[in-house]
Nanobody, 127 residues
Framework: QVQLVESGGSSVQEGGSLTLSCAVS????????MGWFRQAPGKEREGVAS???????RYEDSVKGRFTISKDNAKNTLYLQMNNLKPEDTAVYYC?????????????????????WGQGTQVTVSS
């Protein structure tokens, strides 16, 4: 069983920064591949960033150079550092995890591949 709890969402001004955290509770031997997704009102969920078990990362084009995904294994916590935030980044952000998705080439990961999700945290960016 895997449990994910996000935190760190807030309201910020355009150009500001936020760091989202996702506390991961899982078997110590679990090898989880992880991702951050977001869903804005009236829009479909989209992948933002992903991290495989070898530390490889991928980013959605609109956040490249602004967002950084990382994981502190000692703290069992996944992070999403978000800089230079824009109003279009406004959404509920979710972290997700799964073991089986690691078998799929990272560039093909989609939300449906992840079986474990957090409850989401709201990020609002105002201009």
């Amino acid at each position: 069983q895997v449990q994910l709890v996000e935190s760190g969402g807030s309201s910020v001004q355009e150009g500001g920064s936020l760091t989202l955290s996702c506390a991961v509770s899982a078997h110590p031997r679990s090898r989880l591949c992880m991702g951050w997704f977001r869903q804005a009102p009236g829009k479909e969920r989209e992948g933002v960033a992903s991290l495989d078990t070898d530390g490889n990362t991928r980013y959605e084009d609109s956040v490249k150079g602004r967002f950084t995904i990382s994981k502190d294994n000692a703290k069992n916590t996944l992070y999403l550092q978000m800089n230079n935030l824009k109003p279009e980044d406004t959404a509920v952000y979710y972290c997700a995890a799964d073991v089986a998705v690691c078998l799929v080439e990272q560039k093909y990961w989609v939300g449906a591949d992840f079986g474990y999700w957090g409850q989401g945290t709201q990020v609002t960016v105002s201009s």
